[in-house]
């Protein structure tokens, strides 16, 4: 099994840790992992600015990038939902249709393709759990709490395979925290409020880390930490699995 | 009472959000209603497929809805109603005014109707000399304040009950300083009983038509629909086309869910059903379309027009919360006022489905499974298409374009973007930059991913 | 043209294909047996600030009745009941007349377990603004016309033609203060159900 390793741009260019666990992490679970150099980003600034019309660029870079693996793999719940729901190619949307329908999110890799049962990770620390919109609402990684519906999370059963790992509960489950694109300077105000909300729902709950799929909500939430001067720390759940104690 | 203004939703937004405190008060009284809904939902086993059941009901009222249009009107008029068609707001309201004139009616009250909020109705009817008491209590307070409901089915929730005491004292003569809820509805009661049994016109709004049988139901937890008409000569109700619904059974299935939806509640107090006037009465359907047979045609957005007004998308929505109604500056805000907005003024409510982190919750709890959050990405698309978006952002989205189609620009532009960061903070962290108002920039780690992994893997592929 | 032609013909250009209505397996939940129905009605009329007595027998109603203190104006629609009651009949006119009764008792057709409402029509009504104008509502249901949900209700009702109709669920209400409920908005400030049993 071979898979391509899609790492969004700003984790690639601000948070290269959380790519460099994913990446160990799949090697550890004995999958080949190779990283096309020549990726850049998925399009969805453009597409969810209003200019999906421009993103032709970065889709016919993708399929070149990805099209030969088995599977290709991302640390982010927005960017995956975004390929598998807009990338095209007019010259070619039998290939764009089957590469979308090849990209995977870690956690629903790990849960659904590679069905991992253990992991061999230790995190001995309080930490709240995050649950990016696009990933559980789009993806469904993990239920809704709208719906009348069985509970259940493929982050979740991960993170509960690690040694001494405390998960707080919260009190608003799946509340997003703002981020959203573009929307974080264009309404800046609120944007700031959720994301203030989110921060003091993980503190009152004694978290010492947040978590989660999408290291763009995790940004947003430590640009609140640091601006409070909070030691409540973000790290991308490949870290965690991975293994990784501190940072 | 003028709603819009030139102002968009994220300068509204952020005037709201001035009032930290208030925004939290806000924002948690209608998460509270979000909880009252999930505790209630979650009694009804079958709450899915119900609403699986609403949505495909409204789906076969659109393919058909000029067949049914036709039905219900035959129906209505064989029970003796009289049966208006409007083409917009002002035909409506014009309607409504030859209605009043032709009885000799000066004064009239109305129950609770959106349809003629975005008709404008009370103004209209206003500068033509003629008196509208809005009797459902949460209209009257903001008819008392001047103001525009914000929110479709709680229209003062923005109101503080001091704001109502103040407003209470002004107009109805209460005690100064007396804020008690109790209190409050009583004097309302009283003051609205007069009303009620002096005015020989009221006007409600219809929550379902029936095709079947030419019927309608409108949903009260007052009361005041039914007081205003069966004490009144001429009854008068006002709906949108969408309002239909096939046949009579189907209540069942649209009014377990409603309520429950809205407020929490397992049903309103009263859901009556109007068949025929009273003996020796008038009862008048004034059928409005406003843009909804041009939504209609939209095949991305039709779906908006199964909206049963609940509310629920509202209680849900985290930018609502923290904004406020009057943020929309519009009759129906929220997120199902910002994918119906854009078809009445594409330029005036092209803010609206900005106005969003598509985080996808208003799909979840809607009734009727309306695609809201897919459809506020399309109005997005639809928007930039038809030029209603700023120079700034179209230049800025090319060099974006530019920079992120090509592997060796994007190096670049990451590169330099975090030695700025690194050596020259100052460039960005400053008031020019809406990001670092209220939070840090990230840490400029010291090379990225495609650094590392190129030192430390060396064998990546190059295509391109 | 007018405009009832053009918004039919934009209408009928606008429509998408024709979509068929659902198969619905409602009534789903037919009373098993299992479920004490009349329980379960009043368990949700008071959950939503209405008050139930389950009494045995008409008779049991009466008493219940007569001993209520009914303030200065009682009426009723219900024949049985015409000897303790001033009995209103449709032809009562005009309707504000009725604006200073205290007590008003009237037979419902159907009552709703799910959601503590009672159905009652026109003819059970006399005049349409009785139960909203009355200070108090007290509505008759025989425990055979308790139905589980809103389907059965309506698979009751059937095709029935009347002037006008309601579902009444408890006593007239608001929370537009703060969400602050207030029973008593501008119907009737409380609402009893007498669910008789034989």
Request: glycine content about 8%; some cysteine; charged content about 20%.
């Amino acid at each position: 099994m071979k898979v391509g390793l899609f790492i969004p741009c700003y984790v690639d260019q601000f948070y290269p840790g959380a790519a460099i666990a994913t990446m160990q992490l799949l090697e550890k679970l004995g999958v080949e992992v190779v990283y096309p150099k020549n990726q850049t980003c998925c399009g969805q600034p453009m597409a969810n600015s209003g200019f999906e019309h421009l993103t032709g660029g970065c889709n016919s870079l993708f399929i070149t990038n990805f099209s030969e693996f088995d599977y290709i793999v991302a640390p982010s719940g927005s960017c995956v939902l975004h390929i598998r729901e807009h990338l095209h190619d007019d010259a070619n949307p039998q290939l764009a249709s089957e590469v979308a329908s090849k990209v995977y999110e870690l956690t629903s890799f790990l849960v659904d393709v590679l069905k991992v049962k253990d992991l061999s990770a230790r995190f001995p620390h309080r930490v709240g759990m995050h649950q990016s919109c696009h990933g559980q609402r789009g993806l469904h990684l993990s239920q809704m709490s709208e719906l009348v519906a069985p509970e259940f999370s493929k982050p979740g059963y991960l993170l509960n395979m690690v040694k001494d790992i405390e998960l707080i509960p919260l009190s608003r489950v799946d509340e997003c925290c703002g981020f959203g694109g573009t929307f974080c300077v264009a309404e800046e105000a609120v944007s700031v409020k959720m994301g203030k909300d989110r921060v003091a729902d993980h503190l009152q709950h004694g978290a010492e880390y947040i978590t989660g799929v999408d290291m763009s909500c995790l940004m947003h939430m430590e640009g609140i930490l640091h601006r409070q001067q909070s030691k409540v720390k973000v790290i991308h759940i490949a870290e965690i699995l991975n293994g990784q104690a501190e940072l | 009472m003028m709603m819009k203004t030139e102002a968009e939703h994220a300068e509204l937004a952020q005037d709201f959000n001035k009032d930290e405190e208030r925004v939290n008060w806000h924002d948690e009284t209608l998460w509270w209603l979000r909880q009252k809904r999930d505790r209630i939902a979650h009694q009804i086993p079958e709450w899915e497929q119900l609403r699986e059941t609403a949505s495909t009901i409204k789906g076969n009222v659109l393919s058909n809805l000029s067949a049914y249009l036709t039905q219900f009107e035959e129906k209505a008029i064989a029970n003796g109603v009289t049966v208006h068609w409007a083409a917009d707001g002002a035909e409506h309201n014009n309607i409504v005014l030859e209605i009043l004139k032709s009885h000799g009616v000066t004064r009239m009250v109305k129950s609770k109707s959106m349809l003629t909020e975005e008709c404008h109705l009370n103004e209209f009817l206003e500068q033509q000399g003629l008196e509208v008491i809005d009797s459902d209590l949460g209209e009257r307070i903001v008819q008392l304040a001047k103001e525009a409901p914000s929110h479709i089915v709680l229209p003062c929730i923005h109101k503080k009950k001091e704001e109502i005491g103040e407003l209470f004292h002004q107009y109805l003569g209460t005690p100064e300083g007396n804020a008690d809820p109790q209190f409050l509805t009583e004097t309302a009661r009283q003051h609205l009983r007069e009303v009620f049994l002096t005015r020989k016109a009221a006007l409600t709004g219809v929550n379902f038509a029936i095709a079947e049988t030419g019927e309608f139901v409108v949903c009260t937890n007052e009361g005041n629909a039914d007081m205003g008409a069966h004490l009144a000569d001429v009854h008068i109700a006002s709906m949108g086309i969408e309002k239909i619904i096939p046949e009579r059974k189907h209540l069942g299935v649209f009014l377990r869910l409603l309520t429950r939806s809205a407020t929490g509640q397992p049903i309103t107090t009263y859901s009556s059903h109007f068949m025929k006037p009273n003996p020796g009465k008038e009862m008048h359907i004034v059928i409005v379309d406003n843009g909804r047979s041009v939504q209609l045609g939209r095949a991305d957005f039709r779906n908006s027009l199964k909206c049963i007004r609940c509310g629920a998308c509202m209680n849900t929505c985290p930018v609502y919360r923290r904004s406020g109604g009057h943020s929309y500056h519009t009759a129906i805000a929220g997120p199902i006022g910002s994918i119906l907005a854009p078809n009445l003024d594409m330029k005036e409510y092209a803010d609206l489905p900005f106005a969003s982190t598509l985080c996808g919750s208003c799909s979840n709890v809607c009734p009727v499974k309306i695609d809201i959050h897919t459809q506020l990405y399309k109005w997005r698309q639809m928007i930039v298409q038809n030029g209603y978006t700023t120079t700034t952002k179209k230049t800025g989205m090319k060099i974006m374009n530019t920079v992120l189609s090509s592997p060796g620009a994007y190096r670049l532009g990451g590169k330099a973007g975090r030695a700025v960061l690194k050596y020259a903070p100052f460039m960005v962290n400053n008031k020019l930059n809406p990001w670092y108002k209220q939070r840090d920039m990230p840490n400029p780690p010291k090379e990225s991913f495609g650094e590392w992994y190129s030192k430390n893997k060396g064998e990546g592929k190059d295509k391109a | 043209m007018s405009s009832r032609e053009n918004i039919l013909n934009v209408v009928k250009a606008s429509q998408p294909d024709y979509a068929p209505l659902p198969h619905m397996d409602y009534p789903a939940n037919k009373n098993t047996g299992e479920v004490n129905l009349q329980e379960k009605f009043a368990a949700s009329l008071t959950a939503i600030g209405g008050k139930a007595e389950i009494v045995s027998t008409m008779q049991d109603a009466r008493d219940y009745i007569q001993k209520l203190d009914k303030g200065k104006r009682s009426v009723t629609t219900v024949p049985m009941l015409n000897d303790l009651l001033e009995p209103i009949s449709s032809g009562l006119t005009p309707a504000q007349s009725l604006q200073d009764v205290d007590y008003a008792v009237i037979e419902a057709g159907i009552a709703v377990a799910e959601n503590g409402a009672v159905w009652v029509t026109e003819e059970g009504l006399g005049i349409r603004v009785l139960p909203f104008i009355c200070q108090h509502l007290i509505a008759i249901i025989r425990v055979e016309n308790i139905v589980p949900d809103m389907h059965q209700a309506y698979e009751m009702i059937g095709g029935r033609q009347y002037g006008f109709a309601t579902f009444i669920a408890g006593p007239s209400k608001t929370a537009d203060i703060e969400q602050s409920l207030v029973l008593g908005a501008h119907g009737p400030r409380s609402m009893t159900v007498l669910i008789i049993m034989a």
